[in-house]
């Protein structure tokens, strides 16, 4: 098992940068992906960025270019690094450790961007 916790939210103007952290229970080495996901009100949670234990990252198309995801494994940590936010980023975000037999979620933060 694996315990993650998500910090960083806040509320932002468009245009802004904020930085998430997810903090694991244990050597995130051993786990096959570290992933941020986010969930809009009235919508369905969907992907935002992942991460291999071999650091390959993949993002979706709408955060491209602006969102970077990044780990440190001496510190059992991974992180999102958000530019130029939108309006449409508004969402709570979760930090997700994806093991072969399991997906372990963070309870989650709240980033709001206004215009």
């Known amino acids: 098992q694996v315990q993650v916790v998500e910090s960083g939210g806040a509320s932002v103007q468009a245009g802004g940068s904020l930085t998430l952290s997810c903090a694991a229970s244990?050597?995130?080495?051993?786990?096959?992906?570290m992933g941020w996901y986010r969930q809009a009100p009235g919508k369905q949670r969907e992907l935002v960025a992942i991460?291999?234990?071999?650091?390959?990252?993949n993002y979706a198309e709408s955060v491209k270019g602006r969102f970077t995801i990044s780990r440190d494994n001496a510190k059992n940590t991974v992180f999102l690094q958000m530019n130029t936010l939108k309006p449409e980023d508004t969402a709570v975000y979760y930090c997700?450790?994806?093991?072969?037999?399991?997906?372990?979620w963070g309870q989650g933060t709240q980033v709001t961007v206004s215009s």
């Open positions: 991460i291999t234990s071999g650091g390959t990252a």
């Open positions: 997700a450790a994806l093991l072969i037999t399991n997906t372990y």
């Open positions: 244990r050597s995130i080495r051993s786990i096959n992906a």
